[in-house]
């Protein structure tokens, strides 16, 4: 599991945006410095990777992202859960925190990666066009799939996790660059518990939770 405050993955952007920012205050002077730095900040920002308090009850569904609820809707999944589904879309703005969490504990029993074209992730055609990566989770007593789908500036999608990965509920598994959002979809045993609009954090906000 990834702990540290800034992702791996940020570490060149953010040497090479340092360095740049010192060549040209050096060479120019700090005026001409400043766009690099701004760059550099928000770069900085981009990449972070805060704590979260993550919700224990097993009969919870938690966001796998931070972001805005673009959709919620009822939904025929053929490639994990082969049945009718609820589909919660989130929208991740270049200002939210673009580690992704997984929504149970679990095992993934299912993983696929799709190339495509890289629409605007608001677009409702994104998640069937876009390049996405997607992954079914199965604990004792639910099933879900959860799908990073690359939008118009996210040009890659990260995963730490492989087919066979056993993961905890809201433990980070991956991430997309610059941009994107993330499907969910769970089964009608599970209530949805946001709707569209609503403003989610990965691995805390309760987004379902399993009707008993």
């Not at 040497?15 to 770069?43: D, E, M, N, Q, R």
């Not at 996790?161 to 056993?166: E, H, Q, R």
Request: hydrophobic content about 45%.
């Amino acid at each position: 599991m990834v702990k540290t405050p800034i992702v791996k993955e940020g570490y060149i952007y953010i040497a090479f945006l340092a360095l740049l920012t010192a060549i040209v205050a050096l060479a120019a002077g700090p005026y001409w410095s400043v766009a690099p730095g701004i760059l550099l900040v928000f770069v900085t920002f981009f990449f972070r990777n805060p704590n979260r308090s993550i919700p224990e009850d097993s009969v919870l569904v938690l966001s796998p992202a931070d972001g805005k609820v673009m959709s919620v809707c009822e939904v025929y999944d053929d490639q994990f859960l082969n049945e009718v589904g609820n589909k919660v879309t989130i929208f991740l703005s270049v200002f939210d925190v673009h580690v992704n969490r997984s929504p149970i504990a679990g095992e993934i029993t299912f993983q696929q990666y799709t190339c495509g074209r890289f629409r605007p992730a608001y677009k409702e055609s994104a998640g069937c066009e876009n390049e996405r990566h997607a992954i079914g989770l199965e604990s004792e007593n639910m099933r879900v799939l959860v799908t990073q789908i690359a939008g118009l500036l996210a040009r890659r999608i990260v995963s730490w996790v492989t087919l066979g990965s056993m993961l905890e509920k809201g433990e980070r598994y991956g991430m997309i660059k610059f941009g994107s959002c993330t499907e969910v979809i769970m089964p009608k045993t599970v209530e949805v518990l946001v709707k569209k609009g609503d403003r989610v954090k990965g691995g805390e906000t309760i987004i379902g939770r399993l009707m008993q």
